[in-house]
């Protein structure tokens, strides 16, 4: 267990739909990052925050977006879903946020688009 | 741009045999390198990293990797498989110089076969 938590575990949905993903880092943690993993483009990186403000961004859709509260937790946006937004997203937390920093990965959200 | 590559897609290897998982990556320019291994249906778990100091690194579960410069790789080795080492391993690569997100290789199955 890495102590980051993911809700949900699953979600089905239809194209068109919007749906939120979130993410509670480990205790302490104050960055937040996003991957997605799918078949044809393996891990890739969305979006990073550290202590409430966005650190860096990655291969993130304009439809797809992102924020971290004052608690520390974070949500994933995902609008007008497609068929290809079906993947398993991963949240991740580390301490600093700093390149050499330790990421602890969350269990996944697995997300099926129909 | 920055970039990992996992030669191999897959390794198929017999129990208690040794294994090496490959990595090679673009730029060796103050990197950060990492192996995480994934089980199916499960977030990924840190084997072992490199952030300086010794070139041979030993993580867990008896994997060690050696960080090599000159060659831009960090190749993962165990001198003696199990079963349950069975598994998606990916290399990981963060930079000093602009994005400190993970960046990704596409992945290796090691399939260990009694």
């Known amino acids: 267990d890495s102590g980051v938590t993911q809700t949900p575990k699953h979600l089905i949905t239809a194209t068109g739909q919007r749906v939120t993903l979130r993410c509670s880092p480990r205790?302490?943690?104050?960055?937040v990052y996003w991957y997605q993993q799918s078949l044809d483009q393996g891990l890739q990186f969305l979006i990073q925050?550290?202590?409430?403000?966005?650190?860096a961004k990655g291969n993130i859709l304009e439809r797809f977006s992102a924020q971290q509260f004052p608690d520390l937790h974070s949500e994933l946006n995902l609008s007008s879903l497609e068929l290809g937004d079906s993947a398993l997203y991963f949240c991740?937390?580390?301490?600093?946020?700093?390149?050499?920093?330790?990421?602890?990965f969350g269990p996944g959200t697995r997300l099926t688009v129909l | 741009a920055q970039s990992v590559t996992q030669l191999d897609s897959q390794v198929p290897v017999f129990e208690e045999a040794p294994v090496e998982l490959r990595c090679n990556y673009s730029?060796?320019?103050?990197?950060?390198l990492f192996w995480y291994v994934q089980y199916p249906n499960q977030g990924l778990q840190l084997l072992l990293k490199?952030?300086?100091?010794?070139?041979l690194v030993k993580g867990i579960n008896g994997f060690e990797a050696e960080f090599n410069k000159s060659q831009t790789s960090f190749h993962l080795r165990k001198p003696s498989v199990h079963i349950s080492d069975t598994a998606e391993y990916f290399c990981?690569?963060?930079?000093?110089?602009?994005?400190?997100?993970?960046?990704f290789g596409s992945g290796t199955r090691l399939q260990v076969q009694p």
């Open positions: 991740a937390s580390s301490v600093s946020g700093t390149s050499g920093s330790e990421q602890f």
């Open positions: 205790s302490g943690d104050l960055s």
């Open positions: 925050y550290y202590n409430g403000e966005e650190r």
């Open positions: 730029s060796s320019v103050s990197v950060y």
């Open positions: 490199y952030l300086s100091g010794s070139t």
């Open positions: 990981a690569v963060t930079w000093d110089t602009g994005r400190r997100a993970l960046t």
